[in-house]
């Protein structure tokens, strides 16, 4: 069985960034990713990654403007230490070979992310996280570290109330097999695939989330999601950065007023303004690129997505835009070293939640905390697994984990599929759980989850092979994003208010008194139950 | 018709072939050649572009003095001055060449010459209609595999600059069909023959021989046809070992462009000197000679 | 709209034959090829394997030919590529071995050969507080560059590789070119860089056909990239010995005459002490010979003094 110190879980940018630094630090490590590094989420992020690096900012300007944006929600420790140590991350990646855009005097650009906001945020035209990614699995090659890739975890070993490895499949040979670890990190990204339509890349899909959650680490503020609101959303989607909206683009509608003023809006605000727009009557709203200067040698990322997926030339016509599912918030609940409720579990990235957003993440933040955070849980999670002892040995949940996906390909068709269940999940995320709530819409969308959940437990697949049996991990895919699906919902329904990018038509105010709260769900006897978690100041 | 004639380095050594059948061709084709030969080589593909840039405006200018456009018969040598003349069109640049390189010795490059390969200028200069007005033999039941190489399709934005000369990519198969010929067709024809791999990388050259000439043989061919004396010496030159390093004959015999069209145009076999190839041209012989 | 989907399948638990399966999918029109893979894969068949993530364009997953043309499925609509008629072909990209289906061996295919170039900055001052300070002008076309998926589409439409696969082709070029090009990498590390790009299946071994300029999803021109980075090898010092003199015979043949001489260039690329080499190419000496093809004397041209007047001056401009 191979054994490392660290076992890291994802390879997005948080992932490779954990890895390179337990590597520095001394620990083994290798890193599992079911699609290859540059093939993550991480790619698709065009606007920017903030770091105070201007004159005119400053580390305390940074933390406030983020406390701001978290709408009473942040965890002070947490985005303290995103706000020390993002310019220092930033420096090093440029230092180590991201060629960020350059200002006048040569330093690293600056600009902002929607309107209003301070310029802040570092960029590589409009493909900053593929950029960045690339960079940072360039530094993972040269620390020659094993990458397991397109290997599927499947579940986390725990032993004595630690974990201690984790067991995956491998869609090449279609070997199962078990890892043992002294820390295990996940860095397994989102789950925004439950909504449909979203931005993100299909593997997005809450794996992590689910692993943990099934290992008792709670569910921290599931229902703020966040919605990007300047998205093309047809058959396929498109996003395109709201850099472009301070660069100068405007909403408009049919006839080519502005519907919308970005200006001061933060970006569930501005999500629900065009939201709104959009529902007005004055036919969909879109947002005009023309009057950006250099349009297409700024943002050519926008213009070649736009071109694939609409067809459409962003220099000649405005684009048709709504608000699309595009980020979450909340995920395991982990302090700001990465540590969650079990021990030698980390979590980072995406799939954490350390309380750096709170309530509403600003543009430009998940890089910054995939890199500032990556690097502090890699260091941390290799200072657990050198003090701890518990390693697993047993190869008995292989075996187990093995005869589950015997258990799932057991069967053929039923008449229902899982492409339906998917497609009616992410209907009822975005009609009920989308950018405003109300509890009716909340009750009926858990009804639907129920059955949903029920479905999927009868369906089987019928592809037997283990080799790219893409139809097995979609199953078990799907399974995780139902039952997170289920936590959302009751986190969504128990906050009984309005705040950040939880607005609930029924409950419009923010309630300081009840809710200046984390919801935390944890999982009892296979059912979720809701927690109130103070926020720490 | 008049053209400044530069054959290039292979024609005048290696490919001595290709000089006299150009040159005979011509003549029956009413181009008057007036060849250059006080200018360099073009630099191949094989010399920084910060050496052959400042030759090639020499030749180019030298053209523009003698009031004509530059003939090629080598898609090699169009390919380099193609490029060449394409950055040259960048005034500042050429300013740059003339003052350091070229006003020592009273020249200088105005960016107005215009280069043309051979199978370029019979079809859009001489034009279709006189072409097959001279057609002596029709060269019926001989089956042609044209092999473009790459310098003169590629880079498209530079070689096919236009829709107007967008007939570029068959003008080999038209002329084959005008010929009287029958096209035999082959999934590398726009591929590279091999050659400038030869001294990086023998084993990958010889494999690209084989694999050109070994599918025209077996899609039925006489022979190949190619605009480039470069893609001859491999595809020729190299055949035989080619041959042993795949452990299998192919034995098809290479002519040059203005060789093909010789033959139409009458000449016989040993006036478009088809004895000098490596590769016996005997079966290509024997169905001219049927012929007449 | 209805299309038929001509799908290759490859299956390596079942003999690894390769064959075709048909499928009728009915797809809205503004479709993507991935669509109808996906819907296949829900509906149809769940044994069916192709690669995608991101669905957009952005990530070079998915790419798979699709009538013949290596493309992207995810940007590929079907409406497209039914013009001619409404079959559908997806066939693995050419040249890989093929795992199953659809996918096909990326690491042979690419992340093997990104490897070679040893792709990854090791500074000295790299935990320095600021950044380096570089003109914008001097980042613009390394990042441009960066921008490459990394997804093997120009690969597929190299002329070497199907000779010789181990060729580490335009892909990999370009990741070189990426660091060759870098203002931040300079003094020894351009010259070990120039090192590794010119490694034996690098940089000399492309034929520079220009086909992958044609092929290349993000309009990078990887052949045009190569021919640059051979200018700067050229005025760095070509460091594969065998080219170098090949080029510096080159060089001087048409110093001395003005034009080329091909025997010399033969004799000396191979290298004069090379016995091996040299006695490989008698047979086609003797057979050139026996035709009357060897080339003759090599006369000067008359020009010869200017030409070599130009080239030295050039060289001394580097
Ligand atoms: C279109 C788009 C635009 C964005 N724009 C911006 C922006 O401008 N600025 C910004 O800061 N942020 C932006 N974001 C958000 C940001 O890109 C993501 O939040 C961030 O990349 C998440 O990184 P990560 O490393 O946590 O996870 P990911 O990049 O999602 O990586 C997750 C990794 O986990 C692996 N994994 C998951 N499950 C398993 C399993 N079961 N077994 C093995 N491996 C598994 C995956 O293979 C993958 O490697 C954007 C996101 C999208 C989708
Ligand atoms: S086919 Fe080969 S020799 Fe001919 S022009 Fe192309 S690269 Fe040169
Ligand atoms: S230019 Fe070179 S690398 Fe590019 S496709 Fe041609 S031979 Fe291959
Ligand atoms: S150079 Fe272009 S085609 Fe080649 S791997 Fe990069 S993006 Fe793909
Ligand atoms: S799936 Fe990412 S490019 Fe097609």
Known sequence: MPEYDVLVIGGGAAGLRAAIAAKRAGASVALLSKVHPLRTNSALSPGGINAPLGSDDSVQKFADDIMNAGDGLCNSEAVNALAAEAAREVVWLERVGVPFNRDADGRIDRRALGSGSVERAAYADDRTGHTVLHVLHEQFQRYDIPCFKEWFVTSLIQDAGACTGAVALDHRSGRIESFSAGAVILATGGFIQAYRPCTAAVGTTGDGLALGYDMGVGLADMEMVQFHPTVYNATRTALISEATLSAGARLVNAAGDTVVDAAGLSRAQLAAAVDKAGRNGGGPVSLDLRPVENLTSRFPGAAEVVRLMAGLDITQVPVPVQPVAHRAMGGLDANASGETSVAGLFAVGECAHSGVHGAGRMPGNTLTEAVVFGKRVGEAAAAHAKSAGARSASTDQAARDGGRLAEITSGGSSGDTMGTIHRELGEVMHANLGVTRSDAGLTEAQEKIRTLRERHGKLRVGNKSRIFNYALTSYIELGNMLKLAEAVALAARGRNESRGAHLRSDFPERDDTSWKAHTVVHQQDGAPKLDRKAVSA | ?292 | MEVTYKVHREDPENGGESSFSTYQVDLPEDATVLDGLQKIRDEQDDTLAFRASCCQGTCGECAVRINWRAQFTCTTKIADVTKKGPEILCAPVRNIPVIKDLVFDMDKFTWDKMAAMKPWMEPEDEFAPTENLIPESEMADVRKTMSCYQCGLCDEGCAVLPVDFDFLGPGAMVKGYRFVMDPRETGARKEERLAVVEQPKGLWDCVHCYEANGKCARGLEPSSKIMEMRDVSFKHGIKNEKVARHHNSFINSVKQTGWLDERKLVMETEGLTNIGGLMKLVPTAVRAMTRGKMPGRHEKRPGADQIKRIIEKAEESK
């Open chain 2, 1 to 292: 018709m008049k053209y400044a004639f530069y054959p290039g380095c292979v024609a005048k050594g290696g490919c001595p072939e290709l000089y006299t059948a150009a040159v005979k061709v011509a003549e029956k084709l009413d181009i008057e050649l007036e060849e250059m030969s006080d200018v360099a080589c073009t630099g191949a593909g094989c010399m920084p572009t910060h050496l052959s840039d400042p030759i090639n405006a020499r030749t180019f200018a030298k053209a523009e003095q003698m009031g004509l456009p530059i003939m090629t018969i080598c898609s090699t040598c169009q390919g380099v001055f193609s490029q060449a003349n394409h950055r040259l069109q960048d005034a500042e640049y050429r300013e740059e060449i003339n003052r350091e390189y070229l006003a020592e010795e009273g020249l200088s490059y105005q960016g107005t010459t215009e280069v043309k390969h051979m199978l370029w200028v019979l079809f859009e200069d001489l034009g279709v209609d006189k072409l097959k007005s001279l057609i002596q033999r029709p060269l019926e039941g001989l089956k042609v595999s044209p092999f473009y190489g790459c310098f003169l399709r590629r880079p498209g934005p530079i070689m096919v600059p236009t829709k107007e000369v967008g007939g570029r990519r068959g003008y080999l198969e038209d002329l084959t069909q005008l010929l009287g010929a029958e096209n035999v067709d082959i999934s590398g024809k726009t591929k590279c023959c091999g050659f400038p791999v030869l001294t990086a990388n023998e084993e990958s050259s010889l494999g690209m021989v084989a694999k050109h000439a070994g599918e025209s043989k077996q899609n039925g061919a006489d022979c190949m046809v190619t605009p480039c004396p470069l893609c001859h010496l491999n595809l020729d030159g190299n055949q035989p070992r080619a041959e042993s390093l795949k452990g299998e004959k192919i034995n098809l015999p290479i002519i040059h462009l203005p060789q093909l069209l010789g033959l139409a145009l009458g000449f016989d076999a040993d006036e478009m000197q088809l004895g000098k190839h490596i590769v016996s041209t005997k079966a290509v012989n024997d169905k001219v000679d049927m012929l007449t």
